[in-house]
């Protein structure tokens, strides 16, 4: 059965002995976690997904509703990541290479076609290359802003929360990236 409750009712409950409730939590956001941590740092990106984790269940005896549990979540990952680039002698803002292939990630792979024709699945594939590509062209802020929008399904108070910058700077970040993904995506977009 589906435990419908929120993020955060589960949070409460698995910090008050429901390990339950973190089974649900992880399960819910797992993917989007991952995908964000993936597309910001491919080649640490399960070091890192390991770790915001640890992070969550270390602080779950502190844990109090003051955002959305994506928020908080995300924060931690938005941490973990700074602490990752000062550790390699860069930040969030310098890094804006592409970080390996995205094959040797499969929590990247598109999902199944709805058709099995071939040209349809080379298409589509060549598609979620193109806007692969294009994401890791984006500066890392504005990806940053672009993944937590579209993986985290955070608004703009959210994602400025996250990031530790104004409500505005926040959203300028996520328009100049959907505009760079539409310029870059062209027809596709």
């Known amino acids: 059965m589906e435990d419908l409750r929120p993020d955060e009712a589960l949070m409460l409950a698995y910090r008050d002995g429901d390990a339950?409730?973190?089974?649900v939590l992880y399960g819910r956001n797992r993917g989007k976690l991952y995908r964000y941590l993936a597309?910001?740092?491919?080649?640490?990106?399960d070091e890192l997904f390991q770790d915001v984790w640890l992070r969550v269940?270390?602080?779950?005896?502190?844990?109090?509703?003051?955002a959305k549990f994506s928020t908080w979540l995300f924060r931690i990952a938005h941490n973990r990541l700074m602490d990752h680039f000062r550790a390699q002698g860069r930040s969030l803002i310098e890094f804006a290479e592409p970080q390996g292939d995205d094959d040797d990630c499969p929590?990247?792979?598109?999902?199944?076609?709805?058709?099995?024709?071939?040209?349809a699945m080379l298409a589509r594939k060549d598609l979620a290359q193109r806007i692969l590509g294009a994401l890791d062209e984006l500066p890392a802020a504005q990806r940053e802003a672009f993944l937590l929008s579209e993986e985290g399904g955070l608004s703009l108070d959210e994602i400025a929360a996250t990031t530790g910058v104004g409500k505005e700077t926040a959203k300028s970040r996520l328009r100049y990236a959907l505009e760079r993904l539409r310029l870059s995506l062209g027809d596709a977009a």
């Open 39 to 45: 597309h910001q740092a491919a080649s640490h990106a």
């Open 20 to 23: 339950g409730a973190f089974d």
């Open 57 to 66: 269940i270390n602080a779950r005896a502190g844990y109090e509703v003051t």
């Open 107 to 119: 929590a990247l792979d598109p999902p199944a076609p709805a058709t099995t024709e071939p040209d």
